[in-house]
């Protein structure tokens, strides 16, 4: 697969401009790196949101000398704007045997804390052969089914014998880990991401009223925008916060652009009183566009990726929507459902109905936010449980 992965990878770079620095880091690491006790990894932007909690979490416990690594050049960006003082942050190598062992042993960490679903097989073989343990936190996983599921069991069953324990965001999740380990090294806590939201003071951006659509993919865009323009009204702005902001040329490219009025954030491009969509593709800024928005949307969710965590959202009192595909949080969605503190679209031709009935009654949009809001105040707890249970294993 590999000269596949490379190719694939060489596309991405092309069309986000990324520099050969990027590209040297992924395949064959960072000649720099110290001896680190303590070592996170994360995939991208979500994931480095929580190994930033943890590492606040731990250093304020007085533990240091930590390294956090992740694969994509946003979530370096958020690493950075966090300020993290003593920390450093490297990329990982892609899984191939050679690059990953000279990194692992170059780390040469007591503990590798791995965030939700990065199972990469040399990786975790190369930890074992250099003593370093390895936990799952926040885990989640869906694994293959049919063929695929058939060929790639063994795979799984080795790789995931060398984590010494895995906690889990959900019961669903524990579910599927049992597949391939025993029950007694998986233990449910809950979603890490729920206790690191909160209500911050940020700067409004926006001075119009508007209705925001989080980190949307790959043609969720035009299938809400689509919906939004039948409303035919201007007292609203859409504003779009795509969940990779490189894609903007790749968002635009599906936009009809004749007849609508788009402004664009990166480009220092001015809302005025005709325009209809901003797109707000620049980083670290979704608290404060969530905060100020009259409800949000989540990305993720109307075209099949499973969605993304809404608790931001909630904890900031906002009525929530997200499409159908929220298989990734099984066990919030439906809990969120029951208490009637969340929207589900199944079908993109119900937005514009959803819409209307929100900017028609307040009370009844008052309910949701209510509602959010104070199941998201009772997962505060949650990043408290993980920290406890990484110590044990710094510990022992």
Not at 30 to 42: E, P, R, V, Y
Not at 91 to 104: E, K, N, T
Request: with cysteine; charged share 25%.
């Amino acid at each position: 697969m590999s000269p596949f992965i490379l190719i694939r990878f060489m596309i991405y770079m092309l069309r986000n401009s990324t520099n050969i620095t990027y590209l040297s880091r992924k395949m064959f690491g960072n000649k720099n790196i110290c001896k680190k006790s303590i070592w996170i990894h994360c995939a991208s932007v979500g994931e480095m949101n929580i190994a930033i909690g943890v590492c606040k979490s731990l250093l304020s416990r007085g533990y240091k000398n930590i390294l956090v690594t992740s694969n994509t050049p946003s979530s370096k960006y958020i690493f950075a704007e966090a300020n993290l003082k003593n920390i450093e942050h490297f990329y990982l190598p892609f899984d191939f045997y050679f690059a990953i062992s000279r990194f692992v042993k170059s780390v040469s960490s007591k503990l590798l804390i791995v965030i939700e679903t990065e199972i990469w097989p040399n990786l975790y073989h190369a930890c074992k052969k250099n003593n370093t343990k390895i936990i799952i936190i926040n885990a989640r996983f869906n694994p293959p089914r049919g063929l695929t599921g058939f060929f790639t069991k063994n795979t799984y069953e080795k790789t995931l014998n060398n984590v010494d324990h895995i906690y889990c965001k959900s019961d669903n999740d524990k579910d599927s880990f049992s597949r391939y380990l025993k029950n007694t090294e998986i233990t449910k806590i809950g979603n890490i991401k729920h206790a690191l939201v909160d209500n911050f003071e940020c700067e409004q951006l926006i001075s119009r009223k508007y209705v925001l659509l989080a980190s949307s993919h790959h043609r969720e865009e035009i299938i809400v925008i689509k919906e939004w323009l039948k409303l035919k009204s201007n007292k609203y702005l859409l504003v779009i916060a795509p969940r990779h902001p490189e894609r903007l040329g790749d968002i635009l490219a599906d936009i009809p652009l004749s007849g609508i009025n788009i402004a664009i954030r990166s480009k220092g491009e001015k809302i005025r009183n005709n325009t209809q969509i901003y797109i707000a593709d620049t980083l670290g800024e979704m608290n404060s566009l969530i905060k100020y928005s009259e409800f949000t949307l989540f990305g993720g969710s109307f075209v099949d990726v499973g969605g993304h965590s809404f608790m931001e959202a909630a904890i900031y009192s906002k009525a929530i929507i997200v499409g159908p595909y929220m298989y990734n949080f099984i066990e919030e969605t439906e809990e969120f459902l029951k208490m009637n503190a969340l929207i589900m679209c199944q079908k993109p031709e119900m937005l514009k109905n959803i819409f209307e009935k929100l900017f028609r009654s307040k009370a009844k949009k008052e309910v949701f936010e209510k509602n959010a809001k104070n199941l998201a105040l009772t997962k505060k707890n949650i990043l408290d449980d993980y920290v406890s249970k990484i110590i044990k294993h710094i510990e022992v």
